[in-house]
Nanobody, 113 residues
Framework: VQLQASGGGLVQAGGSLRLSCVAS????????MGWYRQAPGKQRELVAG??????TNYGDSVKGRFTISRGSATTVNLQMNSLKPEDTAVYYC?????????WGQGTLVTVSS
């Protein structure tokens, strides 16, 4: 499975960005797709995930501000609103099925104060 992410960039605090990720290759019928992020000097953390059935979960720090959605069986989107400087990180698209985890290359999100 290959993952291609897009949509990162620079935004001012309070602004919005939308990340998208497309999976290609051998896609299973039951999957979880989502986003993780890693800020400098910190561990990678879950941002949000969504199952192929539409169940979602969010990291505590983004609840109420970010919305994850599956555009199709192979795409996942992350709408990020009310961005804060502490949201600055490299965001990684993740795909998981019975074989394990697959990762995208990462896209940088920078939120200026």
């Amino acid at each position: 499975v290959q993952l291609q992410a897009s949509g990162g960039g620079l935004v001012q605090a309070g602004g919005s960005l939308r990340l998208s990720c497309v999976a290609s290759g051998s896609i299973a019928s039951s999957t979880v797709m989502g986003w993780y992020r890693q800020a400098p000097g910190k561990q990678r953390e879950l941002v949000a995930g969504v199952t192929s059935g539409g169940l979602t979960n969010y990291g505590d720090s983004v609840k109420g501000r970010f919305t994850i959605s599956r555009g199709s069986a192979t795409t996942v989107n992350l709408q990020m609103n009310s961005l804060k400087p502490e949201d600055t990180a490299v965001y990684y698209c993740n795909y998981r099925d019975w074989r394990g985890n697959f990762w995208g290359q990462g896209t940088l999100v920078t939120v200026s104060s």
